[in-house]
């Protein structure tokens, strides 16, 4: 399948399989890169189509709208997990690179596969264990223990289809309001901290690894993150390690995010792993040469990939979520911009309770500074102090 | 004139006259303020078109065409200068908000009543005199001495409209070509560097600067520049008060830039201004948490104005221009990505020779070694080496 011929000054040409806040930024970096980016998006008011990024409008299961998709675009790639791979090897059987490819893809899209598959490359996962649908939680606690952790084994995101069942009668709970769904359980782990190590590989397995982020979850969902991660270094470089065999072990090609906990007796285990720009990675858009969506493009289109080092000592990123009332915070972005240092990013969402509206980055001589200041423009942003973590 | 009521998640919509590279910047900056920009541009083509920009076509000098940008956007400012200063009059008086006024414009307009203004509020200029059209440059000549500069009063940009005449032959040629239109006549200045200093005011006079740039002309192009400029401090602190005292006595609104010489005996004296943001600007991309398409955006909202300190030690840039041949340096955007540590922007633009296609900047320990590296990548998009400047 031939590229489209791109006008002058085109560098190339790129397909995303959705439209969302990662699309937005994506955009920005391919303006940047002389990169004409398409997206499918579901709504022609989705982040990146606000954006002015060029859209066909389609479901992303759609086989139709992704062949269109492919047929504008030189090579395909995503904004979400959330795409068939059965469509996806289709559009690599007719000819067009699709990156990452959907062998790839299934250990963002399914925690067992993604578990089966760290654990045959000796990397360290929590102990875990396949449901069936309708199946009694009781043998898994016996060789898990309590508390459990159930996960849908596909569809979860953002801490949706995870929960922490402290018995057996939660977790019976769990798995009935998940009838018919088969679902991964998992040792709990006593976990010190979060970390996530964001990257960017080449279909030629070439791959770079920004320095280590500090994640703060609140009910699954990234809310905060700081980098480089304060983290001494049997752990740290550990975490690094780790992610770098993920990349190899997945045939990660473009962006790969691996999330990991840190336990208090020092391990690093894998959580899981997403296949494209992520939330984690938001801060190297301010704080490194090339951001996590510059590298995500090199990668995929197999171009030489941009410094991972940070030109700043440290770099903070708060989310700014949608609030109960639904208000918007764009409306009191000036008030936001009065805290110095602070880069705010906004997505052009409609607001939602709980829905990801932006993110505000800062950098600064350490991470408790740049957190304090992406902290306060943040606050700024949300109705509802509370709700900015 | 009430404001375009902007959808959900939007934070203002602002109007662009013109469509180049500056306002496809601005429109990444856009992106990360939820603001959202319509352009005024004259082919679909156009830089920030192309970026995703929404555009009404038309022409700057079309008052029904600024009209109708006046109508969908809370506010109109610029991308170029080329827009007749009545016609900004008539939306103002219509009630729309321009900003940069027509009164503050006229001074990036005509360098006669640039000049006018700056002498009158006691800042340094070159000793100039103004040549009606048909004069003979001998009077000027006689006052001003030899070599004399001559300028287009109106209509000149990158080096065009200005010429240094070694004797009065060499002048009276000059006239000669530019017959019907009137002329600045300047002195000769010995100069040792030029620099600028990039800045934004509010419409109530809050103002700030970036620290202050050397820049490097080719042919009275900007090719390079480094910032911090390696001046010492009387000069350095000179140059930033004169530049404070200009946007001030132009009564600027948005980014304004100001270009000075320093001359061997250690004077700094006012070139020529910029109200919109500038090519000497481009390194605050990265190299500042706001960058100049940010605060041009900010100020000419009235919004809180960001951050202008550096957060690294030191910035070059390197513009890219088009080579004799009009070959795309699109397509060795590969190469140049081999280079760590280069920010490569290419603006989409059909290659033509001596075209501004991009540019690249480089941050690093000190501009030396920032400079090296952006002028490594902008090599590599040039195909004619000695275009790199």
Redo the contacts between chains.
Sequence with gaps: VPLTL??????ATVGVVGAGQLA?MM??AA????V?LVVLAERP?DPAV?????ALIGRPDDPEALDRLAEVSGIVTLDHELVPAAHLEALAAAGHRVRPSAAALVHAQDKWAAWERFEAAGLPVPRSLLLPPGADPEPAADRLGLPLVLKLRTGGYDGRGVEVAADIEAARRVLAAWAGREVVAQEWVDMEFELAVVGARRPAGEAVFYPLVLTTQIDGMCRELVTPAPVADPVGRRALEVAGAVAEAVGAVGAVTTELFATRSGAVLVNEIALRPHNSGHATI?AA??SQFHNHL?AV?D?????T?L??PAAAMVNVVGDAAGS?P??R??RA??V????????????APGRK??HVT??GPDVASALATARAAAAALNADPASSG
């Design positions: 791109p006008p002058a000054g085109t560098a937005r955009h920005q303006i940047d890169l002389g004409e008011d606000r954006a002015g990024c060029r301010e040469t090339a090199r289109l171009w030489p990939l941009g410094s080092d030109i700043v918007d764009a409306g972005l000036p911009l009065e110095a240092g602070a880069s705010v990013h906004l997505y052009g969402k409609a607001p509206l932006g800062a950098t």
